[in-house]
Structures are given as structure tokens and as C-alpha cells.
């Protein structure tokens, strides 16, 4: 029902984002200049997790992951003559990287949980102890880019790591996901995100069997979802796969079945952007009207 109404399933076209090696979705040089110079390794950012504005912590980037290997200096990325990236150096490993072939940048901090102490008891209560860098959290950096502003960017907590060996062994590390779409250079967040915590069902065009989710947040109209059942993981989804997400708000004027495009996912965690609501049995988009409506609807779940 699901693919006679809202067309086939959207792997078709997509395998290639979905394939190893140099097949996968590649890096945009031009943003990954801008996200290595205004977050370089070794400079002391800020940042605030799930996007609690009022709980701000310091931190600094001490490697970069680029498709799973650490750089851990500056000078080991070889640059072209207008700055952008043309190689990476793995020392280490013995690597070396073409920009060309990067499909996977990630930045590598430091665990600061034990900051987390050092909060008043109402803050401290915001985010409970130990929770900010669960895989699947949001740590926005903040980075002061002098003349240019404030530099902020998004990032999604992949894992916490020890690793076993190089300059930076047997410490307690956190590697993340930077969100490329939300690097700005000013002080203005790019994208104003709304937390939210309400229950929605995600089903796939090729098997409508429901996956339980909640909506964690929404900013105009994309939203982030994670699964309800801690242990439990996002169905396998490429950029670009189309879903289903089914929500009622506790009146029956406020159910909404819509279809939405993912953007990104991780082990937890999916967001996508809304296309369109079903109604009267028929696919319309979303108005800002609309989406305002949801976004009312969410904020008072459960109230």
C-alpha cells in the first residue's frame, strides 16, 4: 500500500551511496576546508550539548577522523595552493589519503563529563549525569573565528573511545559526526532546533512494519528521531531513502501520517526532512502553517 501510493522504494538510484570504499558519498572539499579552519586541532572551542544553550563547556579538537583513521597535526594535511585539503598523512599508519576519496570526517575531543560537576543542581538536572555524549546525542561547537564571528557546527556523538595506542592512549575520548549543512560562520545558529520528546512510528516503503521512535527535535522542517528501546538500532537508511512517520499528538484531529527524506543516520538516530502529510487520502505538503501546527502540537504532547 505504502509504494502504490507513495511511489517505489527509494534504494533504487541510491545502491551507490550505500557502497565501501571510494563508491560512497564523497566529502565537499570547500566545507571540509571551513570546518578544519575555524575547528583546528589543538584550538580550545566551546560547545553545548542537545542543544542546551544555557550549559556551555570547553573543550578542543585533538585529531580528526578521516574514514576511520586519526590525524593528530595540521601539518600532516597537504594542501593545494588555495588552501583546500589535496591529502591526508597518516604517519602512524603509514597512510595516505586522498581528499578525493574521503567519505567519513570526524572530529576526536576529549570526554568532559566530569565538567558536568561543576554545574548548579537545576543544570546539572537538564542533561543528567553522564548522558551528554550518548552515542546519537547532539554536541554543538562553538568556535570564536575572530574578525569573521562566531564559526558554529553541529556534531553528533558517534562513540566514546579509548584507544589503545598513539599520543593519546588509554584517555577517554568522544568522536564526532560533524553536521556539514550546519557549518556557519557568524552568530546566528544557522537553523533554530526545538527539543522535543514525543512518540512516533517510522515505517520503510518496502516493509511497513513500524519501527518505534521519539522525535527529539525539530528545526523548521527536518526532524531528529531516535528509538524508543535503548539497545535497539535505526533500520538500515542511505541520504536520500524515503519513510513514513506516523504520530498522534492525543486528539484525533492531531494525528499526522507524513512522508519524509532521510538526511542522515546514525546507529540511534535518523533525521530526515518532511515532504509531505497525508491528507483526505491525498499526499499535500507541508505549509509553514503546518508546520507550525506540529511543531505547537509536539511542544504540548502530553500537557
Known amino acids: 500500500m505504502l509504494k502504490t501510493l507513495f511511489g517505489k522504494g527509494s534504494r533504487e538510484g541510491r545502491a551507490k551511496d550505500a557502497l565501501p570504499g571510494s563508491a560512497r558519498t564523497r566529502m565537499d572539499l570547500a566545507q571540509v576546508r571551513t570546518l578544519i579552519d575555524f575547528f583546528p586541532i589543538g584550538k580550545k572551542l566551546r560547545y553545548y550539548p542537545e542543544f542546551q544553550r544555557e550549559i556551555v563547556f570547553d573543550t578542543l579538537v585533538v585529531a580528526y577522523g578521516v574514514n576511520g583513521h586519526f590525524i593528530y597535526s595540521a601539518d600532516s594535511i597537504e594542501r593545494d595552493d588555495d588552501g583546500v585539503p589535496r591529502v591526508f598523512h597518516c604517519p602512524e599508519r603509514g597512510m595516505r589519503i586522498p581528499a578525493t576519496a ?41 568556535s570564536n573565528s575572530g574578525v569573521k564571528g562566531v564559526s558554529t557546527v553541529d556534531t553528533e556523538v558517534a562513540k566514546q573511545v579509548n ?28 537553523k533554530v532546533r526545538t527539543k522535543i520528546n514525543a512518540p512516533v512510528k517510522l515505517a520503510l516503503p518496502d516493509n511497513p512494519l513500524a519501527r518505534l521512535c521519539r522525535i527529539v527535535d525539530i528545526s523548521e522542517g527536518e526532524l531528529r528521531l531516535r528509538v524508543r528501546e ?74
Open 102 to 142: 574521503i567519505h567519513l570526517f570526524q572530529l576526536l575531543v576529549p570526554d568532559t563529563s566530569e565538567l558536568e560537576t561543576k554545574l548548579d543542581y537545576h543544570r546539572w538536572g537538564i542533561i543528567g549525569r553522564g548522558r551528554q555524549f550518548n552515542a546519537g546525542n547532539c554536541i554543538s561547537l562553538i
Open 163 to 190: 584507544l589503545p595506542d598513539g599520543p593519546y592512549a588509554t584517555t577517554n575520548l568522544v568522536l564526532l559526526t560533524p553536521d556539514l549543512s550546519t557549518l556557519s560562520i557568524t552568530d546566528q545558529r544557522r
Open 230 to 303: 535503548h539497545g535497539t538500532s535505526m533500520p538500515e537508511l542511505a541520504r536520500g531513502d524515503i519513510v513514513f512517520i506516523e504520530t498522534e499528538l492525543g486528539e484525533a484531529e492531531r494525528h499526522y501520517f507524513m512522508k519524509a527524506s532521510v538526511i542522515r543516520r546514525s546507529g540511534e538516530t535518523c533525521v530526515v526532512h518532511l515532504e509531505g502529510q497525508l491528507k483526505d487520502g491525498k499526499l499535500r505538503p507541508l505549509a509553514p502553517l503546518d508546520l507550525l501546527e506540529l511543531k505547537a502540537g509536539l511542544l504540548n504532547y502530553g500537557k
